[in-house]
């Protein structure tokens, strides 16, 4: 798709596409599902062989958290699609005699998905495939920084979707600017506060509802675990969550842990043990863990820990290799609260613990700063679950696994405060790209002498 002017001439002729009602068949929105579903399928290894080449991503991650998360989406979409779109019956009160009501959703019109590069098929597909079950039409941005991947996207999208409705623009910070002059019925964004910010700016110029799905510090908090299973569980748990999550580049990675001084080197020394266990005495030679996505990321990564005192904290890893990428599982305890590296999100492999005197405090340690996308909480303790859910605010509260909450359709995924607003994922998905209309059917049966002017204090009195 080429930019302005012909630009704009394609969004025309999309919205007139849109306004053929062609969109809003469900046996349209059922072939496009169909055809994803397609893409994905028949394009397995293509899409596999693109995460490797943007991502270093391995196979069994690129399944697990992008094409067989998809596929399930797709199966409940197609499967769930008649009932989604159909109205459901609202209660009236009984005063309302012979009336009946109901909530229909109806398509927005011309939607823009603008997406980022670690999980680039699953944070530009799962919102893709609620866009079109709601029967609009969609123009998706990926980004720039996963360059196989967007253009994998770009070729199955023109090869197995209706391309009236469906486009991709391939592009970076000024093509997306372009994409933001326009006139959309909706943007749905992932990516950072910071650019999240500027699509929020430009929407409202044509008042234009925004779904921002950003990121944050997500905490990991680690009670004092008294079996050895549990803390091993814990251990193996975070590490996935951290390291085996895109090497620690996603928006719910584990950020930072949050442990009783008491317990904090029984769990390091443990880390250290399941670290080598799961990626070997030279992790990069493992083809496990994925490489940070370009040598901007990697410098930012690097200057993390230029800080001496947060060298000095470093207890485990710390080795990098500019050339391949490649950043070693790093841990370090108790870094400067002030340092960058306890202030910024980090996506990557590195991952501060941070020691309170008790385990409790770590709410008030959260509460201090914006809040999270997710919060994990690795207890058995009832009551610090019920404190972890009543006294914090984050998108989402995990306890005892990390990154779990992302695949349940059944979950609303998304942010609050800085992290973001707005949700998506399963139905879910489908209501973000609908307008819920409220519809009121009265009968002509019945009426009332009162409810009609000229009023008086005896119709007041009824
Ligand atoms: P980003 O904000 O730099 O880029 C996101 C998108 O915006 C890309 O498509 C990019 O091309 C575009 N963009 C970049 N700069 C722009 C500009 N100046 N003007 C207009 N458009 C611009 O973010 P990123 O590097 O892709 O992703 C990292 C951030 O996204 C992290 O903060 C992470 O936590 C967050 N994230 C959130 C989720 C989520 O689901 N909540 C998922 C993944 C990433």
């Not at 599902?33 to 391995?58: C, P, T, V, W, Y």
């Not at 998706?140 to 360059?147: D, F, N, T, V």
């Not at 005892?400 to 607003?421: H, K, M, R, T």
Request: charged share 20%; proline share 5%; with cysteine.
């Amino acid at each position: 798709m080429a930019m302005m002017p012909a630009l704009e001439r394609d969004l025309n002729n999309m919205s007139e596409y849109y306004e053929s009602g062609k969109t809003k068949d469900a046996s349209w929105r059922e072939s496009q599902l169909k055809g994803l579903r397609s893409f994905i399928m028949e394009k397995q290894d293509h899409i596999m062989n693109a995460l490797m080449q943007d991502l270093g991503k391995h196979q069994l991650e690129a399944f697990r958290d992008e094409i067989g998360t998809l596929i399930k989406t797709l199966n409940l979409a197609l499967k769930s699609l008649k009932d989604w779109m159909s109205g459901k019956k609202a209660k009236l009160p009984q005063i309302a005699l012979l009336t009946s009501a109901e909530i229909v959703p109806e398509p927005l019109g011309l939607v823009l998905i603008i997406s980022s590069w670690n999980f680039p098929f699953g944070l530009s597909l799962e919102p893709l495939i609620g866009a079109v079950a709601a029967g609009n039409v969609a123009v998706l941005k990926p980004s720039e920084l996963s360059p196989a991947c967007s253009s994998l996207l770009a070729s199955g999208i023109a090869t197995y979707l209706d391309n009236n409705a469906i486009k991709v623009v391939q592009g970076g910070p000024e093509e997306t600017q372009q994409l933001l002059q326009q006139r959309w019925d909706k943007i749905f964004f992932t990516g950072s506060a910071r650019v999240g910010r500027i699509v929020m700016s430009a929407a409202v110029k044509h008042l234009t509802p925004v779904t921002l799905e950003l990121g944050g510090k997500c905490p990991a908090v680690v009670d004092s675990l008294s079996s050895s299973w549990d803390i091993g569980t814990t251990v193996k748990r975070i590490i996935v969550g951290k390291f085996g999550t895109c090497a620690g580049q996603a928006c719910i990675s584990i950020d930072y842990v949050l442990v009783e001084k008491g317990y904090c080197s029984k769990l390091v020394e443990l880390m250290k043990v399941w670290i080598k266990k799961m990626y070997g005495d030279n992790p990069q030679r493992s083809k496990t863990i994925a490489r940070i996505v370009n040598k901007h990321h990697f410098s930012r990564l690097k200057s993390l820990l230029d800080d001496k005192m947060v060298k000095q904290s470093v207890v485990y890893g710390g080795s990098m290799d500019e050339e391949n990428l490649f950043i070693e599982p790093t841990i370090l305890v108790n870094p400067p609260l002030e340092a960058a590296i306890m202030s910024e999100e980090i996506f990557g492999p590195l991952l501060p613990i941070i020691t309170v005197e008790k385990i409790e405090e770590s709410i008030k340690f959260i509460n201090c700063r914006p809040k999270p996308l997710a919060i994990y909480a690795f207890t058995k303790n009832q009551t610090l679950q019920r404190r972890m859910i009543s006294e914090t605010s984050s998108g989402s509260v995990t306890f005892n696994d990390a990154i779990l909450q992302y695949a349940a359709d059944s979950l609303p995924f998304g942010g609050v405060g800085e992290s973001g607003f707005g949700m998506y994922h399963g139905k879910f998905s489908f209501d973000t790209f609908s307008h819920q209309k409220a519809v009121v059917r009265r009968s002509f049966l019945t009426d009332f002498w009162y409810r009609y002017p000229p009023w008086t204090l005896n119709k007041l009195q009824l």
